[in-house]
């Protein structure tokens, strides 16, 4: 069993693949819009950044140049393979406390699928550094496991597709977040908060409920 903490046997146990949503390079496509810059002159940070999933489809696909696209990661292993792949970018910073970076550094932070492995009396204060080293206008685009129905997808996916595996949760998600949990957290940094499609379930498609949504996607402007 991996210890909820431990992210360096995390990273041999779970890898990333390379495969980028559709619905989340809509909201990045949005962000880059938003932004009023030529996307090579964006600066970018992919907090959690994982093995690099997003790193070449930023430079190769959307246009940012490589050097202002900074990525940053609690394990060692996989900040390792982001520096195999090029990104000289990629930093491995220690918990979560402040980054190192000054405030108003950034156009864009990417924060997909990480808010849930930040205990619940950090998540708070990490929002806030994220939101100090934003620029004014600047986007932070967000995505989260829905609890409880989460749980449920993960019990019907076991059920009907034999992925024996989902019936144990992740070990490594320390805070369970609804969507009025997460947006009672981002409303303390962000003023203004859109609700973007990301990944629905099947349910959710029936009845238009956040309470049914799989995952949550804000787009979040500083």
């Not at 146990?13 to 949005?30: G, I, Q, S």
């Not at 000054?102 to 204060?125: C, L, T, W, Y």
Request: net charge positive; with cysteine.
């Amino acid at each position: 069993m991996i210890d909820k903490q431990d992210f360096e046997a995390y990273a041999d146990f779970k890898r990333f693949n390379a495969n980028v949503a559709d619905t989340w390079d809509a909201a990045l496509c949005e962000a880059i819009s938003l932004s009023g810059q030529p996307p090579i002159t964006l600066r970018l940070l992919d907090y959690g950044c994982g093995d690099g999933k997003y790193f070449r489809h930023l430079v190769s696909n959307r246009g940012l140049s490589a050097e202002n696209v900074h990525g940053v990661e609690v394990s060692s292993r996989r900040v390792q393979r982001c520096q195999e792949m090029g990104w000289a970018n990629a930093s491995l910073i220690e918990g979560t406390g402040p980054l190192p970076y000054k405030d108003a550094s950034f156009d864009i932070i990417n924060m997909m699928e990480v808010i849930e492995h930040i205990p619940a009396e950090q998540g708070a204060r990490t929002v806030s550094d994220l939101r100090r080293i934003l620029r004014p206008g600047g986007i932070l685009l967000i995505s989260t496991p829905n609890y409880p129905i989460k749980r449920f997808y993960d019990w019907s996916d076991a059920l009907l597709h034999r992925k024996w595996s989902r019936l144990r949760d992740d070990p490594t998600h320390v805070t369970h977040f609804s969507d009025k949990r997460l947006r009672h957290l981002l409303e303390q940094s962000f003023a203004d908060l859109q609700a973007r499609p990301f990944k629905h379930g099947y349910l959710y498609k029936r009845i238009k409920s956040p309470w049914l949504m799989h995952k949550i996607f804000f787009l979040c402007t500083a």
